[in-house]
Nanobody, 126 residues
């Protein structure tokens, strides 16, 4: 059974930083691209970032480019999202998501995933 468990969210002031983690199990993590998406209150899902299985390629939404960094540790089956210069508009539930197909990555793909975790809340407020 695929399990994705996010952690690291919380309340942070504007301009602050947080690092989210996603612990993966139930599949061969190192074979799949991974993604981060978010959903703000009353809004649809927004794709944020993707990383290929080997961590050599990444892509970002314009809204977070230069502020967020996706990474992964295949030895620990863990995905990360380092967030800096946080803004109130970054307030949302953040989810990690598993790519659909093994050994596939496209920098143009946006919602190419089949499983999503339960999410971790990030609130940016003074």
């Amino acid at each position: 059974e695929v399990q994705l468990v996010e952690s690291g969210g919380g309340l942070v002031q504007p301009g602050g930083s947080l690092r989210l983690s996603c612990a993966a199990s139930g599949f061969t993590f190192r074979n799949y691209a991974m993604n981060w998406v978010r959903q703000a209150p009353g809004k649809g899902f927004e794709w944020l970032s993707s990383i290929n299985s080997g961590a050599g390629s990444t892509s970002y939404a314009d809204s977070v480019k230069g502020r967020f960094t996706i990474s992964r540790d295949n030895a620990k089956n863990t995905l990360y999202l380092q967030m800096k210069s946080l803004k109130p508009e970054d307030t949302a539930m953040y989810y990690c998501a598993k790519g659909r197909r093994p050994d596939y990555y496209s920098k143009y793909a946006r919602f190419d995933y089949d499983y999503r975790g339960q999410g971790t809340q990030v609130t940016v407020s003074s």
